[in-house]
């Protein structure tokens, strides 16, 4: 059962990681996942952003906290490889 004090850590743990590398691990479906290194741009009340630089530009992507509450975003810090999420829980 999803806590709204679960949710409330994420959010806090994430505003923490602003302006650090993670890798983020997305679930697209039917066994496709998709993983990428950026940066947490901002933080705001329903959603974070995240800059992915490319080669040629950068791209900005945006995430629900809920996502990674469910497991469908998984946030790994590449400083110390800290799961986010796991980190919320204990």
């Known amino acids: 059962m999803i806590r ?8 806090e743990d994430i505003s923490f990681c602003i302006g ?7 679930n697209k479906g039917k066994k496709k996942v ?3 290194e950026g940066i947490i741009e901002s ?3 329903n959603i974070f952003t995240v ?8 791209n900005r992507m945006s995430y629900s906290y809920t996502d990674v ?3 469908t975003v998984e946030l790994i810090r590449c400083s110390d490889n800290v ?7 204990n």
């Open 43 to 45: 933080t705001y009340p």
């Open 20 to 26: 650090q590398k993670v890798r983020l691990t997305t």
């Open 83 to 89: 799961n986010i999420q796991e980190q919320s829980m």
């Open 34 to 36: 998709l993983t990428k």
């Open 69 to 71: 509450l469910t497991n």
């Open 51 to 58: 800059r992915f630089d490319n080669n040629d530009s950068a």
């Open 4 to 11: 709204k004090n679960d949710l409330s850590k994420i959010k």
